[in-house]
Each structure stands twice: as C-alpha cells, then as structure tokens.
C-alpha cells in the first residue's frame, strides 16, 4: 500500500532541494552555452549558433566512432560484471570456506582511485617492465601490444573495468540476496531443486530489481569512463579508444570549447537517457512478472 | 629587505616534487626572509592547465604565483601582472640566458613571466657501447664512418638501426610516441633541424608573415618520417612510451640513444636510479646539412652540418595573475626564487625538475660534480648550454588556443605512426585543420600572437 | 517402505537446548499427529526430519536409510510450512506446480495436478493470483497444495489448517485423509486441534519441552492417559484436578479432598491403587464426565465464575475449594455467575495421579 | 544451517572461483605493495617480485610521500576522510530517505508544473542575467526561487497533461548522474564562484564540497535503496502505524534497521565514490579542502610514471577504506527479516 | 464513546470487488466476533477499521469521528495482525513495549507492562530473543503482547490464538475477556474457532463473501441461524440437511424428504410453516440432536462411511440418501463402516429453510 501523510514532503524534500540546487544551474548553463560558439581560451565573445554545435557534432564522424567504442567498452564490461559479480556473491552468500576474508578483499579495487588502477595498470601491462608481459612470454608470447593495438587495448581497458567495478556489483548482489528470504529456499531444497534450478527460479527472478538498478548505475557511470582510458591509451591509438567523456575532455578542459562541449554533453545526456528508458522499457515486463 | 609579515601568498603548480619542490625550497628561504608565508598547492599535471585557466577566467582570487608551461602562456597573458621594473636590470637578470630573457620571458613587448627552469631537448648515448672497439668495428664495416654520437639526423637513425639487438635485449633509441605523453615535442625536435632556416626565423609552424600553416612542407614531411622510423628502432610497444618511459628505458640499458629533455642525463647518471651510471654521455640535438626553405619551396644545401636547437616545453614560468592582491609580496617571491644562488642550488638538487637556465648554471662544473662523473658533468653540461646559447634556436609552439593546435597534431601523428596514414596525408590533414582553427580564432590576432611568441616585431 | 526412526536426537540452539535426547519411531504407512504446547519442540522435529536442522547429535533414519547427513531434498520429503514459505514471485499455479517442473514433470501433468490440489482446495478461482493478493487462510492452502501435490515418502504437515474456518477445516482433514489413504504414506502431522489430533491420527504423539510424554492412540490417549501432562492437555476443556489423599475407610478405600469429601472409589480401582494408601494423589475429572444423570454419585461443590454456553450444554467455570474447575451442565440448566452448583463426580471415568511424579496409577 | 550454504562438489568449486577472483583481485594490489617498496631501479629494471629475494625494498617512495614532499600529504588525507565520511553518511540518509518516501507515499504532478519549473528558470536566469544585468549568482538565485515556487503552486491545481508519478521521480533522480560531469563541474565551479562574489564562499571549502558530493551521490543512493525498501515486508511498517508510530519514528527505528545489508552496502558504494571522486575535487577545491586523488593523480606526473610513489600513495588511500569495509562487512548479515511475518 | 460504524462501506483492490456495500455498527464496549469462511473478507474489513487499506466507497466512523480518510496511528486502534508483523531486529520485550517508547512512557512503567504481558502469555523466558528465535506459537503471543499493552479505543484481533495449543487458547481467551472487562474497549475479533466464538462474543457477525450473514448473540446464532449458509456454517461437526417438500396430510403438516420418509410437524411449527405448502424445503438437523433418547422419534437410515471417535461421543459420517449425513451416537455405540444405522431426529430442534433463497422460515 503506498500511502499519503503530509511527512512525505520531508522525507523528499531534502533530496530534491539539493539535487536541484546542484544540478538546475550546470543544467541551465550549458543548455544555454550549447546553443552558441563559445570559447574560454583563446577568449572569444560568445556568439549565438543555433544547433550548429549540435550539427556540427552529428555531422563529425569522430562523434559516432567515440560513441561507438564507448557503447563497446560500456555494455561489454558491464555485461562481465554482472556476470562475474553475481556469481561471486552467489558464492559468497551460500558461506564458501573464508567467506570472511573473500568479503573484504574482494571489494578492494572499488576503493581504489580509478586514476591509480589505470596508472598501476599501465605497469603491468607495461612491455618490457611489466610482469604479465614476462608471464605471457613463458607461454612464448613475448611483448604482446596491450596498449597499443586498438582491440588490445581495447580488451585491456575493459578488463580494466571489471576488475575495479566488480566489487560493486558484488557488494550490492549480496545485499540482495541477503535480504531474500530463506524460508522459500527451504521449500525449494525440499522439492530437491538443484542449485540450478533455485538460481534460475528463485534466486534470479527475486533479484531481478536490485540486478536491474545496479546494471543500469554501472551502465551509466561505465559511459562516462576517462581516467582509465586517458591513462592506460590517452585514447591512442589515434583516436581509436577514445570514448565519449574523454572527448568532452579534451574539448572542454584543454580546448575550452564550451559551446561545443555543453553539445555534446546534452548529445551525450540524450543518448544514455535513450539507452536507459529502452532498457527499463524492455526488463518491465520482468519485473512486473515476478513482482 | 621588505617585510611581508601576515602575507600568505598561494602559489600553485604541478604535485611535486618536480618544480613543487623548488616552490618549497624557496618558500622556506623566503618566509625566513620576509616573515611572509607561501602556500604551495600542487596539482596533477594534466590538470594543472584547467585548473589555472578556469580559476584566472572566472576571476577569483586563488592564486597569487602560478607556475605554468609557456606553451600555455598566450591563453594567460591578459590576466598576468607585467614583472616589476626593478627587477628587470642587474647583473641577475643579465645572467638569464637570453632566449628566455628576451623570447619566452616576453609577451608584445612585456615581461609576463620569469623562467624558473630551463628547457630544451639534447642527445644522450650509451659512453659504453660507442667506445666498445667491436661496435666501433663493426659499424665502420657496415656504415663506412666512425661510431661516434650522432651529429646528423642521419647518423642518429644509422646508429639506432645499428644497435637495435632485440635478442641482447638492446634496442636503438627511445622517444616518446604515445598521445598525451610528450610525442609531439619529439616530432618537432626531428622537424625543428629541417624547417628552421635562418633565413626565416618563426617560420617552422607558420608563415609568420601569412600565418598559413607550414606543417605539411616537405621540411616536417621528411622529419615526420625520420620520427617514424626511430619508433621502429625503439623497444617493442614504443608506441606507449611518454617521456617517463624513454628515461626507463634509457637508465634501464634498454637503448643505445635517445633525445629528450636533461632529466635523461640526470637520472641515468643516478646509480640509484639506473643501471647505465657512469656511462652517461651527452651532446647537442643532431644537425642537418640542408634546410627546406618554405619561401623559395626549395632545399637549401649547407657545406657544414647546422646545429639547430629546439627549446622544447621551454621551461617552466612563473607569473604573477593581475587579479592577485598580493602582487608585490608574489613578485618578490619570485624574484628571490628565481635568484641565481637560490636557483643554482635548486637546478643540482635531485628532484627539484629544474634544469639550467641562467649561463652561471652551465659554468658552475664544481656544483655538478656532485652528481655526475667528471666526463659526464662536462659533456652534459656542455650539452646544456649549447642548447640554450647555440646561433639557430627553433622556439617552441605557443599561441592561443594551443590545445586545440596541438589536439590536431596528436591524433594525425598517432595514426601515421600506427601506419593508417601516410606521413603526407597525417601532415595535410594537420595543415587544414590548423588553417581552420586559425581562421576561427581569428588570423589577425593569431598572426600577432605568432609573432610575438617567435621573438618577431609586429607588422 | 518408509518408517521415520529417531534415535537419541538431540537439537540445540547455541547454548538452548530444544530437544533433549528424543527417540521416536514412526512406522511405515502410519499417520503419526504430534501435539504439545507451543514451543515444545514440534516444529524443529519436523525440520529435522525433512533435513531443513541438522540434528545436534543422534541419527535419524527414514525407511533403511540414515539420513542425518543427508540433505532435504534427497529424503523425499514433501513438508507444508507453519508459515507457508510460499514462493512470493509465482502464482499461486506456479507455487503448486514448481516442485514437478523442477522434477521435469510435462507440462500437461503439472496442469492436471494443479488443477486437482485446486479443487480440493477450493483454489480455482485463485490460480494466477500472487500469494501476496491473497487471505491468509488461501495462503496455507497454497502451502498445503504445494505439498500433495507430490508423492513423498514422509509428509509433513506442520499446523497446515489453523487459519482455515471450521468447515474447510473439516473438509480438508478428510481429503488429507483420503489423499495419506491413497498414497499410503507415512505422515507427520502437527496440530493443536485436538478434534484434528483425535479424528486423524493412528497415533498420537504428546511432546513436551522436546520430550515425548506419551505416544499412543487417540482413545487410550483419552481414556487412560500417562501422566498428569497428558491428562490436562488433551481434551477441551481440559480435565480438572482434585488434590486429596488416599485413605482407607470403612466402604474400602476412598479419595478425601479438602473440605473434608470423600469420594469412595469403586471395587475394582480400590484394588489397584492399594499400594498408594496415605500418598498424596491428584484425582482427575474430565468436564463432560460431570453431567451424567446424578443418581447417587458423589459431588462436588461448585462455585461458579463464568458461565460458557457452547450450544448443546454449557460450561459452567468456577471453583471447587481452590482448584479450579469446569463442569459440563445441560444447556438447559438455569445457572448465573455466583451460584454454588452440586456437580456429580462419575467415579468410573475419574484418573488418579500421584502427586510428586504425576505418575497415572491405578490402571 | 541455513539450506542456502552450498554443499558438496558445489561447495569446492566455489571456493576454486572465489580463489581464482582473489588472485585476479589481489595481484594488482599485491603489485601496488611491492612497487611501493621497490628502488626506481628496481622498477624500470623489469618485474620482480618477491621482496628481500628478488629486490631489496626500500622505504623511500613512503618517505617522500609522509613527508609531503609529493603534496600536502596529512592535510589532503584528512580533508578526504571528512569529506569522504560526512558526504556519504548524508547521502546515504538524505537519500535513503527519498527512497522511502517513493516506495511508501504516492507523489503525483503534472508534467506542466515540471516544465514551468525549467522554463522559469532557465528563462530567468536568462532574464536576469542579459536583460536585467544581475550576476549570475542573484538571477540564479532568483528565478530558482520563483522557479520553484511556481511549480509547487502550479501543481496544487488541476493542469492539463499528463501526469507524472514515483516513477518519474525516480528516473528524473538518476537521470541527475547520466549527465557527463565535465560541463557539469566547471558551471558548478562558476557557480560557487557566484556564490562566492555574494560573499558566501563555496569554493575550496568543507561545505560546498560536501554539498556538491552529496547531491551526485543522491541519485545512487536513492535508485539503490528503492529497490531494498520494496524488498521489506509492510506489513511490520503497518504494525507500527497502528501503533501510531510516527512516519519519521517507523523510518529510522523500523525500517533502517530491517534494511541494514542494504544500507551498509549503499554507503560503502558511496563513500568509495566520494573517497575516490576526482573532477569535482579538482574543481572545487585548491588549496584547503584538496583531496587524496588529485594528490594520487598527480603522482604520474609530467616526467612519467612514478611507480613507486604511485603506488605508496593508492595503498595509503586504500588502506582507511579496507578498514571500513572491514567493519562494516561484519555488520552486512542476512536473515535480518527472519520471523518477521508468517 | 468508541461504537464503530462502516457505513455502506465497499472496497476493491483493482477490478477484484472484495467487499460491497457493507453496513455494520458495533457498539462502544461490545465484544464483536467476526466469523466466515477463508477469504470472505475479514481481514480486509479489520484493516480498512483500522486504516491500512483505505475503503473504496463508504464511510467508516470511530466514536463520533469520520476517520474515512484517517491515517491508521490517529485512529487508536490496536490491532494482532494475522500473519503477525512483528519488529524481526527487536527481542520480545522490545517488539512488546516499542509503542510505549514512542509513546514516551517512562523506562519503568514500559517494563512494568511487559512484564504483565509477558506473564499473562507465558513469554517471560523469551523476553530477549529476537522473534526468529521463536516458535510460531511464541510469535503469536509476541503479537497479541504488542497489542494488549495498550489501552486503545478498539481492539482488533486477527486470529490470534490460531497457533496456540488448546490449553494455551483457553487461557488465552480467558485473558482477553478479562482484559475487555477491564478496559471496557471495543472489540473486534476474527477467528475460525467456534468455541472461542460462543464463548468471547457479545455478538457474533458471520460474513460470506464480503456480505454480512446474520449478525446476532451466539445462542440466537446457534438455534436460530436466519438461512441456509449460517446454519451451515456454525456449528461443528456441521449442520446435516436434507432436502424434501412440505405437505398437509392426515395428522397436519408433514416434511417429506426423498426416498419417502415424512417427518410429522409439532404443533406450534405446522402452524408457522402453513404458507409454504408445497414448495421445496431444506430441513436442518445438527448431528448432536440426533442422539437424543429414541422414543417415537422418526428417523432416517444413515449409510455409514466413517467413524470419527472424539472421546465422549462418537460421530457417524455417511449418507441419507444422496446427502452426507453427520450423526452423533454416544461412544459406546459399536458401529462400523458400512453398517446402516437409524437416526432419531428430534423434531423439536429442527430448522427449515426455503431452498431456493436459503431463508429460514418456521420461526
Ligand atoms: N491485493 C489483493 N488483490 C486482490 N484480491 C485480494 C487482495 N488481497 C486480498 N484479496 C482477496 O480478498 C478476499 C478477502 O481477503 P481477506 O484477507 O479479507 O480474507 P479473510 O476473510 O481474512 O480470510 P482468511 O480467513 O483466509 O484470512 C480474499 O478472497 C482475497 O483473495
Ligand atoms: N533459533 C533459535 N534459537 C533459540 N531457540 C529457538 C530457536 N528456534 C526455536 N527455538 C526455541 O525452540 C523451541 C521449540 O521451537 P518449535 O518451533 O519447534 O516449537 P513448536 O513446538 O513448533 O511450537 P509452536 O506450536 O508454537 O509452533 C521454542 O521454545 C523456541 O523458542
Ligand atoms: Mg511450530
Ligand atoms: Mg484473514
């Protein structure tokens, strides 16, 4: 039963204050700059351009390749995520031996400053310094280009990815899962299901709500990745691993071209709110199945 | 001396201890001094631009000494506060080798900035591996020359070809290739020797006086090529490395050569930082023997080998913002950081980042003896200075909106090196894009920034 | 073949120990009704059984097979829950079906099944409904359905009808009958009905504190109960007691109780009770042994509290002396809070106790 | 026992994966450690790895770090631990209680009010700042202000259009952390500036970095925990409500409570984002309220990669984490609900 | 003054009508038992009492308020939740004295109270565990602790005492009637259990589907149910019926039930049953009336089936004719499966009913 008392407001009313606050001038600011030809430096006036910011940017096939590898990076790494993570937290739920330290451990990459993982990631993957170089050669594959081909570095930076951002689909799966009930897995365990079948029916539909928020948070925050890839390629080869936040980067905070950069922000915004109201459109079903 | 008791000035820079540190060492000397205190607050180094740039343009009061990379000079000069008088005369400010005094220091007539270290780029070598008699040997065999440091762009190519072993696990030289790690300055030290004829001083990256890009001329095309070519004589993934890289490589005993800024030199000779100390030697940029000239379209032929050297990066500045309400206690900071004994301290001090860039710097050989191998002190050395005195100085880029110039460069330069394109097709792509970027920052203004930051006289 | 043997089983929780050593033994076919007072330990048996507890120690063996170890779903178990465990996320078809979809079972004969609990259930009208859209007492008989539909070897059934109405209740006791008479097997059964313990079990076990304190059939349970634990709780209203002592009297022995009655017993009592002479004893009356036609028989006074009219007769609730004590009266009888009523003792249905072990005797 | 724990082959093979992970997990870090003991030398000179046998540590890297000789070491620590902590416990408060509120109370508004809300603020803003010639900080304060007010009032009467619901809010939340932070954080910085000029310092200090953590965190906090109140049975909220248990009451003493793996789980996320933010910081700090990442970032400095102080500086800002972690794990149980409802 | 009044009151949830218009006014201080069949609505209707579902049409009074649209916490009631909802992170003392602490009692007093229940629900060993240390039946007092705490202007109780063991139910029972006595609050009780019915009520409402049945004492309901669906469902074993036709014959009014048995009327009842000559008519029979003293009585043939022993008496289970047919015969009776007995029934205490509306008729 939802219900209607007046204290709603409080509840609610913090959070949206704050969020507004923060949020309506950036908001409104570069909504206002997208529309013109503005620059910081060299300092230039600001000039009113329409869509021409926007045009410009569709037009820039530049544009469509950066979306496309961060759709790539994106979805793939987020995919492997929930994969691994889930079934770690499976794991870790049903108490394997040292659950314990498993606990912790495994949730230390996701308090590792991205910067830092791309840095310390980039030594390993280092060619002559690097110690997965020295393994790779025992199994006779000596100075593999890690970095420095594009679907290596690809791969990469996607591993990348998983390693720190498992943790987090791990921490909130097992929340999940600790928050189902047992008694339904007892029903279960009496028809003598196997652990499979718990999995598929019981398990994954119950939480399916919690699965769908945090793919949808990784999603979002994964298109935004920078720091690892400014790091670990600086987008190199070319432009070949350059992703859509790196981008805006460069535009915005070496170019000072804000105009163009608010663009391709709202391009940006537009995108991912498409990808996310397609994704909640389609697991609807789901979760109003297993409601 | 003035007292600045209750004076806090905030001077920021990269995190040290590079440059931080001499901010520091400075600091400490100055507030015993003047009874005033300095802040110094570090920032990363690719941060280090926005940061200042967005603080100087929504004009709040953060910083009252900023120390920055004169590449990105024009993009401050209208907020900066001109360098006090007094402090422009004086055997002090004589001993500033003049390239910076005269060139980086100067802004359409005004000192903006005080160099605070001294940059340019050099030629290391392995003293070992050239004065071993098989190499020597054997390269004379194959080359018909003497193994000796290169003196042309030529003999530095032949020499890496010659000492690129991968099974001895010795390759040919080391620079930096990857985008974002410094590739470019390399591309222009390979180009600089090519394109900078004396004829024509300011004319390798514009026609000055048209300021039509000149980055696709046969001069950068075949320095693009030679850049190209070294990246094939370099470890395997060379690709990646930024200059932090080549320095690995280099004190690691991985290459023969290589060219970079002093910090090579420095660390190599470093026995806790290399494994090649001792065996350090250093020269001047390689020359060339004939020079495009991009206004006859022509090569010009040279009896003797040109020594061009390339201020690349420049050295760090430091200036003073004109919305800074301390500026007399910042510019005195400055100044005293900036003095020669202050800083001669700082440039042998391990760490500081700061390389000579006043001529009592390169004099000092007692000073450097500390470090360096006698041989090594003076080869080195000698280097430096050359670099900073020699006749043909190529000054590096700096104009308005040089990320955007540089953006350019760096994504075509990846692709040739990664051999998507040729080095023709990168280099016209560069030259059309600069055109467009200078149409739309305005040519004139361009032009005359151009100009100015080339050491020339407005039109 | 599917007996249930526990032998020297024991649970604890932390340091609470629920059951202390328990043996029990359940034959093949039987329908075992475990009763107790709340918190006796009937739950955990059942869990135990069906593997969901590890027993602390003992063995635990259904049919040849130890099963100790075992987990749940290998002892073939079919269990509905004292608080259903209904899968939230599936219709209340689903939550019947699942136990034969996980065992493969097609998809038509799960239909039929389903549709069959449903009827006996009375569920049709509620299949694609979620368990969370439905009464309480539809909720346990999901949990119910989710049991019969499967052929176990044991059934367990844990208090599956409290929330139902006295109807259903009844209609359901006859299918579960039906349904343990067609499959032939063995069932556990827990409930607090004692119409439901009585109409039901071929034996009916009373536990308490996690010790059996009888195991017999519903009759005997009823007519010659062990101790003062069973006599007091099966049967409702519950048997009243008389603390008094065994004396040796002119007629041949009698029961005194305060207040200086004395009930003389009949022959063939006096005869087994002799031993006891001069014991403190507890004489046990069962309520609806009170009504009987009065000619001659020894009374008792009643002051009466609380009148319970329940339709053919009435409770009368009060006090005799200071025990308390229930008397069945007829409908009929005029009586109001406050009366002092003579209530008839059949000395033929009376129980003697010893006091200091509760101990039955005289049988 | 609980059925839930694996058994058997099932159970090894877990254990197998967990292992595998832990090495995946763990090695990197492992690295991290060793690199922060190691000689530059030692580095560049190709991989080593165990210490005393492969190289012989040293101490320098977490010398020059200590000493603050690679940034103000102390002082960027302990402004992130307090940033870090009090911006998370906010949000995960502010924020878990929105989400209550959004699972339990129904909201309802049309979309006009929403748009009149944007137009009003972006058109006075706009306003203000060209025609009016305020600052921008007045006329964003103002037209906020009216913007708001607006759209509260608008809504109280019955307007054309479609209506909008929790749903929507909810969306509207999270769709907060789909704009990309670059923009985003330069307006926010000019907008401290603002601020600033009125005389109200926002910028480089505790208050308008905490402020600005917590509102990015907010929408995390909120699509997260939504989904963790859905999960708790009302029915416990209802026993409570007939109790005439206050709303705010039956939130922190029942509802809290019940959702403690939830909650726990939210605010290591978010205080591992806050404790690991990295633009924000960079802009809205400089010299007081600077944070641990910048000073890690900026150990790649423009002279390469400084392995070994990179990674004593990534250790050093892991290490309070693995302590919360740590602590609050333990605290992380399931079974929480266990007797709750029949 | 806390009467309750649901005023035309209706509720659905989607396109599901649970309740329709229902009118139902209880007075301040009487104690209202609400009884039918699994799913017919009492839950429903105690919720929207108490506020946690909100009527769909209609008006629901509390005193002299219209509390319609009143939040649950303003409306003082107290209500034992069906499925318990008990505080799963609280201990017991904690679960029971947690209204208090909101409320502000004192530390002292709050022990104090729960101290009280806890002795009044033998919970005093449990008083620091959580409730997933707790037997179902322990659960269940928790939640009857946390409502009998209070002093609210309307109890409600959702089959509280389901899981309790009969001894423990009598108890219980006992106790909420003195509670009522003592703070004289209104109540509502739903429960499925007939003797707590007839015993608790000051009136018992028997729903059926969402609709209110007879409303009435439990004696009136017992010997008097207004139709077909109360007789049948009060009283247990069941209400027997068999379908006939009223006929005048020789000796006045006769019932004629199939297979030609007729059951001459009594005098006063011929005389209230004239106008329905000739229409079909469903007799009411309760199985204990059929084990009165056989003189002259008519009877019927009864096919047995099923023996249920209850320990005083016995119950035949079978069939008259193609009807199921209950009887009690006393428990010395040897009767077996398969025998045909003959069942005296005592006119005097039979019920008819017209079959087509279910109505009673006669009285
Ligand atoms: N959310 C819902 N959606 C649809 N129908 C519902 C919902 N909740 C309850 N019902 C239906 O309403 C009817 C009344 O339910 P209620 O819980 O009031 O029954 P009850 O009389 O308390 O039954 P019981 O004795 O089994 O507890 C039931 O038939 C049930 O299926
Ligand atoms: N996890 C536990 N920790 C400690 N004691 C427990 C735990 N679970 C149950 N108990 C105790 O064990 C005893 C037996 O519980 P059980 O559930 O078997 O009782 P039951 O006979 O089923 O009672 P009911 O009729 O009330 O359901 C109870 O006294 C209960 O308090
Ligand atoms: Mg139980
Ligand atoms: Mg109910």
């Known amino acids: 039963m939802t219900r209607n008392d007046p204290i709603k407001h409080f509840f609610i009313w913090p959070a949206l204050i704050i969020v507004l606050l923060i949020s309506i001038f950036p908001l409104v600011y570069s909504l206002t700059t997208s529309f013109m030809s503005m620059r910081l430096v060299p300092p230039m006036p600001a000039r009113f351009v329409g869509f021409g910011n926007y045009a410009d940017l569709l037009s820039n096939p530049r544009f469509w390749h950066v979306a496309g590898t961060t759709t790539l990076i994106a979805f793939l790494s987020v995919g492997l995520q929930y994969v691994i993570g889930l079934s770690v937290a499976l794991a870790l739920n049903s108490r394997v031996p040292g659950e314990g330290i498993f606990r912790v451990g495994f949730l230390l990459p996701m308090l590792v400053a991205p910067v830092a993982v791309a840095l310390v990631a980039r030594q390993i ?58 008694d339904v897995y007892e029903a279960a365990a009496l028809e003598n299901a196997t652990p499979w079948q718990q999995f598929r029916d019981i398990t994954f539909p119950m939480l399916l709500p ?46 000072f071209n804000l105009g163009y950069t608010s663009a391709l922000s709202f391009l940006f915004l ?22 | 001396d003035p007292d600045f008791t209750g004076v806090e000035l905030t001077a920021t820079t990269q995190t040290g201890p590079y440059i931080a540190s001499a901010l520091q060492i400075a600091a400490k000397g100055w507030e015993e001094k003047t009874c005033g205190k300095v802040k110094v607050v570090e920032f990363p180094w690719s941060e280090l631009y926005p940061k200042i740039v967005t603080s100087l343009t929504s004009g709040e009061d953060a910083f009252d000494v900023i120390a920055f990379a004169p590449a990105w000079a024009p993009d401050f000069t209208d907020f900066l506060a001109e360098m006090p008088a007094e402090m422009r005369q004086g055997s002090a400010w004589e001993d500033i080798a003049p390239v910076y005094r005269e060139q980086l220091m100067v802004w359409n007539g005004k000192v903006l900035s005080q160099t605070m270290d001294g940059d340019a780029h050099t030629y290391t070598y392995r003293i070992d591996l050239f004065e071993n008699a098989d190499n020597q040997k054997a390269f004379k065999e194959k080359y018909g020359y003497d193994l000796a440091p290169a003196k042309t762009w030529k003999q ?55 300021m039509d890009a000149q980055v696709n001329n046969p001069g950068w095309v075949r320095g693009l090529e030679e850049y190209i070519r070294a990246s094939k004589l370099a470890p395997p993934n060379a690709l990646n490395f930024s200059f932090g890289e080549v320095n690995a490589a280099f004190a690691g005993g991985q290459v023969a050569e290589s060219i970079g800024w002093g910090d090579t030199g420095v660390i190599a000779a470093d026995p806790k930082q290399s494994k090649v100390a001792g065996k350090v030697g250093s020269a001047p940029l390689p020359g060339v023997d004939e020079i495009y000239n991009y206004k006859t379209k022509m090569w010009d032929k040279f009896d003797q080998v040109v020594q061009t050297s390339f201020m690349a990066f420049g050295g760090w500045q430091a200036a003073v913002p004109s919305s800074s309400t301390k500026q007399e206690a910042a510019w005195n900071y400055i100044q005293y950081l900036t003095s020669p004994e202050v800083s001669a301290q700082a440039a042998i001090t391990g760490g500081t980042g700061v390389n000579p860039y006043r001529l009592s710097h390169t004099t000092n050989l007692e000073l450097w003896s500390k470090i360096f191998s006698d041989r090594e002190a003076k080869e080195y050395l000698g280097a430096q200075k050359d670099a900073v005195t020699a006749k043909n100085i190529a000054l590096d880029m700096r104009l308005p909106g040089y990320f955007s110039y540089t953006e350019v460069l760096e994504i075509e330069l990846s692709k040739a090196l990664a051999g998507e394109v040729t080095p023709q097709q990168a280099l016209d792509t560069v030259a059309e894009q600069w055109n467009k970027l200078t149409d739309e920052f305005g040519r004139d203004k361009q032009l005359a920034a151009y100009r100015s930051s080339m050491g020339l006289p407005q039109k | 073949m599917s007996q249930v043997r526990l032998e020297q089983v024991t649970k604890s929780f932390g340091s609470v120990t629920v059951i202390p050593p328990l043996d029990l033994s359940i034959a093949d076919r039987e329908f075992v009704v475990l009763v107790g007072p709340s918190g006796c330990g009937k739950t955990t048996t059942l869990r ?164 059996i304190e009888q195991a017999a059939d519903p009759i005997t349970l009823y007519e010659a109960p062990a101790n003062l634990f069973v006599a007091a709780f099966i049967g409702a209203p519950s048997m009243n007691f008389i603390e008094g002592i065994l004396e040796r009297g002119e007629a041949g022995l009698s029961f005194r109780a305060p207040g200086d009655v004395a009930f003389p017993l009949p022959h063939e009592q006096a005869q087994k009770l002799g031993a006891h002479i001069g014991e403190a004893i507890v004489l046990g009356i069962r309520p609806e042994h009170t009504i009987a036609a009065d000619q001659g028989l020894p009374k008792v006074k009643l002051k009466v509290r609380d009148i319970e009219p329940l339709g053919p007769h009435t409770l009368a609730i009060g006090k005799v002396g200071s025990a308390s004590f229930t008397a069945q009266v007829h409908a009929a009888a005029r009586i109001s809070p406050d009366d002092v009523i003579d209530v008839p003792i059949d000395m033929a249905k009376v129980h003697f106790f010893l006091k200091n072990t509760g101990v039955a005797v005289g049988r | 026992m609980s059925v839930r724990t694996l058994q058997g082959k099932g159970r090894w093979l877990a254990l197998g994966g967990c292992l595998v992970w832990l090495a995946f997990t763990l090695f990197p870090l492992y690295w991290v450690a060793i690199t922060s003991f190691k000689t530059p030398i030692a580095v560049v000179g190709g991989p080593t790895y165990l210490p005393f046998v492969d190289f012989e540590p040293t101490l320098t890297a977490w010398n020059e770090l ?61 306003l203000g700042r060209n025609v009016l010639g305020f600052g921008q900080g007045i006329s964003l304060i103002y037209s906020f202000i009216a913007a ?153 400095s423009q002279r390469g990669d400084e392995w070994w102080s990179i990674s004593a500086a990534a250790l050093v800002a892991i290490i309070p984490m693995m302590v919360m972690a740590g602590i609050l794990s333990r605290l992380m149980r399931s079974g929480l609900l266990l007797g709750a409802i029949k």
């Open chain 1, 270 to 291: 537009i995108f991912i709110t498409v990808i996310g109201l397609v994704y909640l459109a389609v697991l609807k079903p789901y979760l109003e199945k297993h409601k």
């Open chain 4, 66 to 126: 200590l000493s603050g000789e690679r940034g103000a070491f102390y002082n960027t620590f302990i402004a992130s631990l307090i940033v870090s902590l009090s911006a998370a416990v906010l949000a995960t408060f502010i924020g878990a209680m929105a989400a209550y509120a959004l699972v339990r109370f129904t909201f309802r508004f049309r979309l006009l009010s929403a748009l009149f809300f944007v137009l009003v603020a972006f058109g006075g803003f706009l």
């Open chain 3, 48 to 211: 135990m059984i069906a593997g969901l507890e590890t027993a602390s120690s003992g063995t635990i063996r259904i049919g040849e097979r130890d099963v100790t170890d075992l987990r749940p779903g290998l002892r073939n178990c079919s269990m509905v829950f004292q608080n259903y465990a209904l899968y939230p996320h599936m219709t209340v078809a689903e939550n019947i079906g699942y136990g034969m979809k996980v065992r493969g079972t097609s998809k038509s004969d799960i239909e039929k099944s389903v549709a069959e609990a449903a009827r006996i259930l009375n569920l049709g009208a509620y299949l694609n409904r979620k368990p969370s859209a439905l009464s309480g007492g539809q909720r346990q008989r999901v949990a119910i359905g989710r049991a019969i539909v499967r052929q176990p070897d044991v059934f367990l059934f844990d208090e599956p009808l409290s929330n139902l109405d006295a109807k259903l209740r009844i209609e359901m006791r006859t299918e579960i009958k039906l349904l343990h008479r067609r499959l032939q097997t063995t069932a556990v059964y827990v409930t607090h009905d004692q119409v439901e313990a009585m109409t039901m079990a071929d034996r009916v076990v009373v536990m308490n504190q996690g010790r």
């Open chain 1, 210 to 255: 919690i699965s769908t928020a945090v793919v949808f948070i990784r999603l979002i925050e994964s298109y935004k990745i920078m720091d690892t890839v400014f790091v670990m390629t600086g987008g190199g080869p070319g432009v070949s691993t350059e992703t859509l936040t790196l981008f805006a980067y460069q535009e915005g905070f070496k170019k």
């Open chain 1, 125 to 182: 993957l280092n060619p002559t310094m690097g110690p997965l170089n020295e393994f790779m050669s025992a199994f006779g594959f000596p100075n593999l280009p890690f970095l420095t081909q594009t679907s290596w570095a690809l791969g990469s930076i996607i591993v990348v990815e998983v390693w720190q951002w498992t943790p987090f689909v791990i921490l909130m799966l097992l929340a999940g899962l600790q928050t189902l009930p047992d």
């Open chain 2, 156 to 210: 530095y190519l032949d020499i890496a070809e010659f000492f690129n072993q991968p099974a001895n696990n010795l390759w040919g030289t080391a620079e930096a290739f990857r985008r974002g790690g410094q590739q470019f300055w390399f591309l222009f030290s390979h180009v600089a020797g090519y394109t900078s004829h004396p004829d024509n001083p300011g004319g390798m990256f514009f026609d000055p006086d048209t």
């Open chain 4, 148 to 300: 708001l007010a607006l759209a509260v009032i608008s809504s109280r009467f019955r307007l054309p259009g479609p209506e909008l619901g929790n749903n929507d809010i909810v969306f509207w939340f999270v769709s907060q952390r789909m704009f990309p932070p670059i923009v985003a954080a330069f307006a926010l910085y000019l907008m401290y500036t603002e601020v600033g000029k009125l005389g109200f310092k926002l910028v480089d200090s505790y208050i308008g970095l905490t402020f600005a953590y917590v509102a990015f965190s907010l929408p995390i906090v909120i699509w997260l925990m939504r989904d963790f109140f859905e999960a708790l049975p009302i029915e416990v909220e209802e026993a409570a409500m007939v109790d005439n248990v206050p709303s705010w009451r039956i939130f922190f003493g029942i509802v809290m409570p019940m959702s403690k793996p939830g909650l726990i789980a939210t605010f290591m996320i978010t205080l591992a984002f806050v404790w690991n933010e990295f633009l924000f910081a960079l802009f809205l700090t400089s010299s007081k309220w600077q944070t641990l990442p910048i000073l890690v970032a900026g150990q790649n």
